[in-house]
């Protein structure tokens, strides 16, 4: 329908077609009809008023309009444009039908890189590793979805002075036995032990040994790694999240030498206290630490040998990283000191930051009660609830009520998240989330459960005749014809509450629909029943895009 717009604007007026589709608005009201432009650009370049110019072109537009609008008005100056509902019914049906539904060709032929996730061996799955994971996972669909290729990465935490702390700690105090049984639980406890002043110099030893390639320190290390990322791959396998590569940052450990020699041969870093930094102060970026007095490597020097390895491996079209806002100086650093490298794809690198889940009180979302809160725990506490709610609500079987209730759950944590825009805390509130009613998870999935109902009852195939429509009829219509834009915005914006909202907001106005216009034995049953469908296969794409599955019942 935009196209159709654009054209006839552009035959009257002397404006681009890119120019007019950036004016095209939702009016407030559909009695305003379905779509307006403005006319406060054309008033600018004809120098007449809007209020004129709005007039004048309604009555040229209506001389010749094409089929699928049934009229053009106009109102102050605004030019409104009212589609014919029932061409408008039947497009949307067809659209729904094709294969290429919610998808688009915006990224042909390019690829995009994302590092997400990335927690760090020996220490805890924490709860912010837990959005990275959300976010980018849902971030990668979108992407997909707008027609890039789309590689996940995991960049493991695996190197560092931690390493040293973790070492030190398992030498002194390592239990076999605990290791065993829960070895990050283990390994964590073994650093919070050797995080104390007294034994950093020894710590900074144990990791220089371990730089240097030293043979005991070195199978502590992979064996410490190996255990850590089977327990990862459990938390993956719960969360139902898969990665296209797995990376860490003691890969790029030999490629460090080459990244400060080219740093030094293009003049950009400095001796400071025996360490060698590159000085960003006079671009109110602070000083970005690249090597240790002891010589020992940093997190910066890392991301920048990772970030030309991916460039040389994948020629990345866009780098995003989705990690937390406190790391905002961090990337800013790291992009600012590719750029003063010559590496002029430093733009296609984007920070995509994300917020703190609180708790109840408003307070960071980290420890409960003074001790360290595992993701497994809270995965499994929400999967439990979930089970505790369909058992007060319906009887099954225990694989039944074990395969819903642990979909409910990942709904609700992973909507329970994606709902608000990513930059923003959030409040991490599980008995909310867990609701049927209200803005949740799994209203969603009730309300295409509810829909999959509907198609269940069918007996036979109903003919389709589109009869006059209802307004909530049209208001479905016109929601699931919104959704590729949605998603086109989505992208633009590396906005996942975009697509959360919309999904929202077409499940209100299916249930809206619902309540209004009964299907089952109506006059208009056979067309209803592809609206029903068209709402069921819009919201599963929707939901999709969120790394949410849906339930056929609940």
Same mark, same amino acid.
């Given at each position: 329908?935009?196209?159709?717009?654009?054209?006839?604007?552009?035959?009257?007026?002397?404006?681009?077609?890119?120019?007019?589709?950036?004016?095209?608005?939702?009016?407030?009201?559909?009695?305003?009809?379905?779509?307006?432009?403005?006319?406060?650009?054309?008033?600018?370049?004809?120098?007449?008023?809007?209020?004129?110019?709005?007039?004048?072109?309604?009555?040229?537009?209506?001389?010749?309009?094409?089929?699928?609008?049934?009229?053009?008005?106009?109102?102050?100056?605004?030019?409104?444009?009212?589609?014919?509902?029932?061409?408008?019914?039947?497009?949307?049906?067809?659209?729904?039908?094709?294969?290429?539904?919610?998808?688009?060709?915006?990224?042909?032929?390019?690829?995009?890189?994302?590092?997400?996730?990335?927690?760090?061996?020996?220490?805890?799955?924490?709860?912010?590793?837990?959005?990275?994971?959300?976010?980018?996972?849902?971030?990668?669909?979108?992407?997909?979805?707008?027609?890039?290729?789309?590689?996940?990465?995991?960049?493991?935490?695996?190197?560092?002075?931690?390493?040293?702390?973790?070492?030190?700690?398992?030498?002194?105090?390592?239990?076999?036995?605990?290791?065993?049984?829960?070895?990050?639980?283990?390994?964590?406890?073994?650093?919070?032990?050797?995080?104390?002043?007294?034994?950093?110099?020894?710590?900074?030893?144990?990791?220089?040994?371990?730089?240097?390639?030293?043979?005991?320190?070195?199978?502590?290390?992979?064996?410490?790694?190996?255990?850590?990322?089977?327990?990862?791959?459990?938390?993956?396998?719960?969360?139902?999240?898969?990665?296209?590569?797995?990376?860490?940052?003691?890969?790029?450990?030999?490629?460090?030498?080459?990244?400060?020699?080219?740093?030094?041969?293009?003049?950009?870093?400095?001796?400071?206290?025996?360490?060698?930094?590159?000085?960003?102060?006079?671009?109110?970026?602070?000083?970005?630490?690249?090597?240790?007095?002891?010589?020992?490597?940093?997190?910066?020097?890392?991301?920048?040998?990772?970030?030309?390895?991916?460039?040389?491996?994948?020629?990345?079209?866009?780098?995003?990283?989705?990690?937390?806002?406190?790391?905002?100086?961090?990337?800013?650093?790291?992009?600012?000191?590719?750029?003063?490298?010559?590496?002029?794809?430093?733009?296609?690198?984007?920070?995509?930051?994300?917020?703190?889940?609180?708790?109840?009180?408003?307070?960071?979302?980290?420890?409960?009660?003074? !001790? #360290?809160?595992?993701?497994?725990?809270?995965? @499994?506490?929400? %999967?439990?609830?979930? =089970? +505790?709610?369909? &058992?007060?609500? $319906?009887?099954?079987?225990?694989?039944?009520?074990?395969?819903?209730?642990?979909?409910?759950?990942?709904?609700?944590?992973?909507?329970?998240?994606?709902?608000?825009?990513?930059?923003?805390?959030?409040?991490?509130?599980?008995?909310?989330?867990?609701?049927?009613?209200?803005?949740?998870?799994?209203?969603?999935?009730?309300?295409?459960?509810?829909?999959?109902?509907?198609?269940?009852?069918?007996?036979?195939? !109903? #003919?389709?005749?589109?009869?006059?429509?209802? @307004?909530?009829? %049209?208001?479905?219509? =016109? +929601?699931?014809? &919104?959704?590729? $834009?949605?998603?086109?915005?989505?992208?633009?914006?590396?906005?996942?509450?975009?697509?959360?909202?919309?999904?929202?907001?077409?499940?209100?106005?299916?249930?809206?629909?619902?309540?209004?216009?009964?299907?089952?034995?109506?006059?208009?049953?056979?067309?209803?029943?592809?609206?029903?469908?068209?709402?069921?296969?819009?919201?599963?794409?929707?939901?999709?895009?969120?790394?949410?599955?849906?339930?056929?019942?609940?």
């Amino acid at each position: 329908m935009k196209e159709f717009i654009v054209k006839l604007i552009a035959k009257e007026t002397n404006l681009k077609p890119k120019e007019i589709e950036n004016l095209i608005e939702l009016p407030p009201s559909d009695k305003l009809g379905d779509y307006a432009i403005p006319c406060f650009i054309l008033s600018e370049k004809l120098k007449k008023s809007p209020l004129i110019i709005a007039e004048d072109l309604a009555k040229k537009l209506r001389k010749n309009l094409p089929k699928e609008i049934s009229n053009v008005d106009f109102k102050g100056p605004y030019v409104n444009f009212f589609m014919d509902k029932k061409i408008l019914a039947e497009d949307v049906l067809t659209k729904v039908k094709k294969k290429d539904f919610g998808k688009n060709n915006l990224g042909k032929k390019k690829v995009i890189c994302i590092d997400m996730s990335s927690p760090n061996i020996a220490k805890p799955f924490g709860i912010g590793h837990l959005r990275s994971t959300i976010i980018g996972n849902s971030i990668g669909e979108i992407c997909k979805a707008n027609g890039y290729k789309v590689i996940k990465i995991n960049y493991l935490g695996d190197w560092g002075t931690q390493f040293g702390k973790i070492i030190l700690g398992f030498k002194k105090w390592g239990n076999e036995k605990k290791l065993m049984k829960n070895p990050v639980a283990h390994l964590y406890e073994l650093y919070v032990k050797a995080n104390d002043k007294k034994f950093d110099a020894a710590s900074r030893d144990e990791f220089k040994k371990l730089e240097n390639g030293d043979t005991e320190n070195l199978k502590l290390w992979k064996r410490f790694r190996e255990l850590s990322l089977k327990k990862f791959e459990e938390i993956y396998n719960l969360l139902e999240v898969k990665f296209d590569v797995i990376s860490s940052e003691s890969i790029h450990n030999k490629k460090l030498d080459s990244i400060i020699s080219e740093l030094k041969k293009k003049k950009l870093t400095k001796k400071d206290d025996g360490a060698m930094i590159v000085d960003l102060k006079n671009e109110g970026l602070g000083i970005a630490l690249i090597q240790k007095s002891d010589g020992t490597s940093l997190y910066a020097t890392r991301d920048l040998a990772a970030v030309k390895n991916r460039k040389e491996k994948y020629k990345f079209d866009r780098m995003i990283y989705e990690v937390g806002q406190e790391q905002k100086l961090h990337f800013r650093q790291v992009f600012r000191i590719l750029e003063k490298m010559g590496h002029a794809w430093s733009k296609d690198c984007v920070h995509v930051a994300h917020g703190l889940y609180l708790d109840s009180d408003g307070k960071k979302f980290a420890t409960r009660k003074g !001790k #360290t809160i595992f993701m497994e725990e809270i995965l @499994n506490e929400v %999967i439990e609830k979930a =089970k +505790k709610n369909l &058992s007060e609500r $319906e009887d099954l079987s225990k694989k039944e009520l074990v395969k819903r209730a642990k979909k409910i759950a990942l709904a609700a944590i992973y909507y329970g998240d994606l709902k608000n825009s990513r930059e923003n805390n959030m409040i991490f509130d599980v008995d909310k989330f867990l609701s049927f009613e209200g803005d949740t998870g799994p209203y969603l999935l009730y309300s295409y459960a509810r829909a999959s109902s509907i198609i269940r009852k069918v007996k036979s195939k !109903k #003919t389709v005749k589109i009869v006059d429509l209802k @307004n909530t009829e %049209i208001k479905l219509l =016109k +929601k699931v014809n &919104s959704f590729e $834009e949605v998603i086109t915005n989505a992208y633009k914006q590396l906005a996942p509450n975009l697509i959360a909202n919309y999904s929202f907001e077409l499940s209100q106005i299916f249930n809206e629909f619902y309540h209004d216009c009964p299907v089952l034995g109506s006059i208009e049953e056979g067309f209803r029943l592809k609206l029903v469908d068209a709402f069921r296969t819009t919201l599963k794409k929707s939901l999709d895009l969120l790394g949410i599955d849906v339930l056929e019942e609940m």
